[in-house]
């Protein structure tokens, strides 16, 4: 059976034509085609026009992440719930908002990012020859070290061959314990499958 629809747009109640593209919008899990929202090219356009984003305020508590949003048109939304994906470069926040906006919403995300993670070491190795412990690092900020020998005194406190902040003195410290432990399980597991029956 052939059927029929007027469209009405669910944010101006005018009736509209289709174009080439037609937008819409589902809450729930929609049983009929009259239960969709439809919406007309004019509040589409408009919609786009209001997610100008000139602010963002990221705040991560641990458990989850919100955002204080402010527009070009005033508007502000404060405390938001967001959720940002790396892999397709959006943020997405529980507001319907367009995709060229989730994007611009993670260029602030991501130089927040980058801003509280600066001083982390995104990169770390070790190199244990003879007498010598070396280390080379970078941090998200882009502070280098390269092969910077490095000892544990008699009370395992860390000594370094240059003065460096104690932010890394931990992280280091941290990073050589599992690289201890790494190399003691690996270790093991070439005594127990290297030998022979």
Not at 25 to 32: E, F, H, K, L, W
Not at 150 to 162: P, S, V
Request: hydrophobic content about 35%.
């Amino acid at each position: 059976m052939i059927r029929s629809i007027k469209l009405k747009c669910s944010l101006c109640d005018k009736n509209f034509a289709a174009g080439d593209t037609l937008h819409f919008r589902t809450n729930a899990i929609v049983s009929d085609l009259r239960d969709t929202e439809f919406i007309c090219p004019e509040c589409i356009k408009a919609w786009h026009e209001k997610w100008q984003i000139v602010e963002a305020d990221f705040n991560d508590n641990g458990y989850y992440m919100t955002v204080d949003l402010k527009l070009a048109d005033g508007t502000c939304y404060r405390n938001m719930d967001c959720t940002a994906y790396d892999e397709d470069g959006t943020v997405v926040i529980g507001e319907d908002m367009p995709r060229e906006a989730q994007e611009t919403l993670y260029g602030f995300y991501h130089k927040w990012d980058l801003k509280r993670k600066e001083n982390i070491i995104k990169y770390c190795s070790f190199n244990d020859e003879g007498l010598m412990l070396t280390v080379s690092l970078e941090t998200y900020g882009g502070e280098k070290i390269e092969d910077m020998a490095f000892r544990f005194n008699r009370h395992g406190e860390l000594q370094t061959e240059k003065e460096i902040p104690d932010y890394l003195k931990k992280q280091i410290i941290d990073a050589y314990n599992l690289y201890e432990m790494q190399a003691e399980a690996e270790e093991q597991m070439h005594h127990t499958f290297g030998k022979k029956d």
